[in-house]
């Protein structure tokens, strides 16, 4: 298994795609997530919910276009379209750093624990019963 980490400063827009070896099968990415102030947030149709400040770990998956998802979550104009979205849009939070991994993502969600906020979050596509693939740390 092989990770790469990358640290966020605010304002800072991309992870460069020459920085993943292409020998490797990066499959998988965590964001972590600083919520300044607690925050209420329509999530789509999930509803509306307070995230507790404090830090937050997600954890998704794009077995192809995996830098480009990863930079589109680092860019702050964009369609709201994913649960994470809706989180990311609000002015108290912000992603400090970003895990590039070759784990499955649930496997990542099982290793960093942490509390659910809100149920079913990122999990639409969940099989293996993580309840959320938000985590608050
Ligand atoms: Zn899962």
Partial sequence: MCDIYFNIS????????AMLSDDKNWISYQLFIRVE???KI???RL???????GEYIYSGSARRGLCARVNRHL???KKLRWHI???LAAAAVTI?????STTNECQ???ESGGEIVVKGFGASDCCQGCGSHLRRQ
Avoid: N, Q, W
């Fill in 10 to 17: 605010p304002g800072e827009a991309e992870i460069p795609s």
């Fill in 37 to 39: 102030r607690p925050e």
């Fill in 42 to 44: 329509v999530v789509g």
């Fill in 47 to 53: 509803g509306k919910f307070t995230f507790p400040a």
């Fill in 75 to 77: 860019r702050s104009e």
């Fill in 85 to 87: 979205d809706y989180l």
């Fill in 96 to 100: 400090t750093k970003v895990r590039i």
């Fill in 108 to 110: 990542l969600v099982a």
